[in-house]
């Protein structure tokens, strides 16, 4: 299986990376990984923060997409093949890439992440998606972890050439002025996949 | 959140660029307070009408107003624009607000193939006869009085589009009648510039002017020989192998072309020719490298403790235009290549195989493809518009060409006839 397993790096800047791969790697919703130690019992996630001076901050792995953050200045050409054979070796193995996300202990992480995500449900439902409805697009909120909200994006927005305005100047700012309890904002969509981007990119 | 303090930066975005990701992440690393102009709204303008704004980009005199306006409540900074027509609006936003920049009659100049041509026959540049004629001209009478072999070459269009070499009049007269075709299409300015044929190694010299002094941050040689009848772009290989004392003089030749357009800020992406004759400005642009390949140039130093500072080309731009500290304009050590991925064929993309065999070629980085499945291919002279790009990276210029040229064996483009 894995000799076959396509691995497409997209740099989004030398902080943060998407590896779009061919083949499901976790099929049950979104795991975000920000330290070794959770990454502990996830084979991907484990591999992937110990890859060698890399200083792997975060991992999220979602569907066929992983998303990797690093602090060192390493290029991501010399780290990524580092993640792939780690989503190579991941994907030969016998054992699910990722574990479901644990339970978090009462009163910690997951109680204070649902109600953020209740709050940026509704800010999404009754704001941004609205808005981003104009040029056919949706927002898909995914995941609310540690604070972090993870998004998809979806009809005119995927793989539009000014998604990333839209997500920064747009939702990221509405988020900041009515959410401020959140750290960040990460797009887990695969942008090549669009087949009706609002504005494509027409020049070379 | 960004300080208040945060220089606020103009990033003038037009709806159609393949940079977007490129320029916002540089401007969020560099903590800029950034507001993204372009020329259609967005639909959260009304939300955050301090990070977007809509410009007239057609009218760089109104966007200038508009921009006026913007800074009276919130000041700016600096202004970037990412390709040839923003750049002449932002040359006309920096003189209204008094930025670091271009003068607006530089960008002008820089952006007009035939006022490039005047202005360096003026100063006395190494320039091909050139001549300019309207779409209304009759293409028999002109072809009579050409000399051959000629190049036929829109005014304002980018990407090599609408360009055709001719070696007889018979040549001519198809290839205008071509170009009228493209230029109906397109609404661009109705005239041709034509000049004779400059035989020679091409390459492009990536630089960034700071108060009319050019400093060239690349010199990128382009191995496939760019010699028509389209001039569909190839590879990119950085370091150059031309001989040092040629590379002097095609850098002299850019500093030669910024002095006689009068460009003073910014980045410019220039195409020079190299022959026995000497260098030759092909088109010099007050903009930086267009599409992806900016993932080809990366800036890096290292600091007196050790620490490693590096920087994208973007940073280095937007660093510029907001006055800001230049830790280095020393590009890596490895060299560095982009393959613009062929357009294999009119049609309509359906599928790309090989991606995952392409990335598996040692010294390949990435391979990138644009094109989403269902959108048209459109070969040169007509089309713009690459499928997509493969970056590779090595010891040696002659190890990266041969790493993107095995990329690229590998692909295999499916497509369908266009209805």
């Known amino acids: 299986m894995s000799a076959d397993v396509r691995i497409t790096a997209e740099p989004i800047d030398n902080g943060r990376c998407k590896f779009l791969v061919s083949e499901p790697l976790h099929a049950g919703g979104v795991r975000r990984f920000a330290s070794p130690d959770e990454a502990r019992g996830s084979p991907l996630a484990e591999a992937i923060f110990a890859i060698p001076g890399a200083d792997v901050s975060e991992v999220i792995v979602s569907g066929n997409l992983v998303t990797v953050a690093k602090r060192s200045p390493a290029p991501w050409p010399v780290v990524g093949k580092a993640v792939g054979q780690a989503i190579r070796a991941a994907l030969a193995g016998g054992q699910p890439a990722v574990t479901s996300k644990p339970a978090a202990p009462a009163g910690r992480g997951s109680a204070a992440d649902d109600a953020l995500y209740e709050r940026v449900a509704d800010l999404f439902d009754s704001q941004v998606n609205p808005m981003v409805a104009r040029h056919g697009g949706r927002v898909e909120l995914i995941d609310v972890q540690d604070a972090v909200v993870m998004v998809r994006m979806a009809g005119g927005c995927q793989g539009c050439g000014m998604a990333d305005v839209t997500l920064r100047q747009g939702i990221e700012a509405m988020l900041h002025q009515h959410v401020p309890e959140v750290k960040g904002i990460v797009d887990i969509t695969d942008h090549t996949a669009g087949s009706n981007p609002y504005f494509a990119a027409a020049k070379k | ?222 191995p496939d020989p760019l010699d028509g009848p389209f001039f569909e772009e190839t590879i990119y290989v950085t370091p150059s192998r031309l001989a040092r004392t040629v590379q002097q003089e095609i850098a002299a030749c850019a500093q030669a072309t910024v002095h006689a357009l009068g460009l003073r800020d910014g980045p410019i992406h220039a195409e020079v020719r190299h022959n026995d004759r000497g260098a030759w400005l092909i088109e010099l642009a007050a903009r930086p490298i267009g599409g992806r390949c900016s993932g080809a140039l990366r800036f890096e130093s290292r600091g007196a403790a050790g620490q490693m500072w590096e920087a994208s080309l973007e940073e280095i731009i937007i660093r510029h235009a907001l006055g800001m500290a230049l830790p280095t304009l020393e590009r890596e050590r490895r060299a560095s290549g982009v393959m613009m991925i062929p357009v294999p064929g009119a049609g309509v993309l359906r599928d790309v195989r090989g991606v995952g065999a392409a990335q598996a070629v040692p010294l390949v980085e990435e391979v990138v493809i644009t094109m989403h499945s269902g ?22 210029s002659e190890a990266v060409e041969a790493a993107l040229r095995a990329a690229h064996a590998r692909l295999e483009f499916l497509t369908e006839p266009a209805d």
């Not at chain 2, 977007?20 to 307070?33: I, S």
């Not at chain 2, 003026?122 to 004629?133: M, S």
């Not at chain 2, 035989?199 to 960034?208: I, K, S, T």
Request: glycine content about 6%; proline content about 7%.
């Open chain 2, 375 to 396: 959108q048209p291919l459109v070969p040169w002279p007509e089309g713009s518009r690459y499928p997509g790009f493969i970056f590779a990276r090595g010891g040696t």
């Open chain 2, 1 to 222: 959140m960004l300080r208040p303090s945060s220089p606020r930066l103009l990033l003038l975005l037009p709806t159609v660029t393949y940079r977007t990701v490129a320029f916002v992440e540089a401007a969020r690393r560099l903590g800029a307070d950034l507001t993204v102009a372009s020329e259609r709204p967005s639909t959260f303008e009304r939300a955050n009408p301090t990070g977007l704004v809509t410009l007239d980009f057609a009218d760089p005199t109104h966007a200038a107003a508009q921009a006026r306006e913007f800074a009276r409540a919130h000041p700016v900074h600096g202004v970037v624009a990412v390709d040839d027509d923003t750049g002449v609006v932002a040359a006309a936003i920096a003189e209204a607000l008094g930025l670091r920049g271009n003068p607006v009659a530089a960008a002008a100049a820089a952006r007009d193939k035939y006022q490039q041509r005047q202005l360096l026959a003026t100063a006395g540049l190494a320039v091909p006869r050139f001549e300019l004629f309207t779409i209304a001209a009759d293409p028999e009478k002109v072809a009579s009085g050409v000399s051959y072999p000629c190049v036929l070459k829109p005014l304002r269009l980018s990407a090599s589009r609408g360009v055709i070499r001719a070696d007889t009049p018979a040549e001519f007269v198809a290839a205008f009648e071509r170009i009228k075709r493209i230029l109906d299409q397109t609404g661009c300015a109705r005239s041709i510039l034509v000049e004779e044929f400059v035989p020679g190694r091409e390459v492009a010299v990536e630089g960034l002017v700071t108060q009319g002094a050019l400093q060239v941050l690349a010199l990128f040689d382009k």
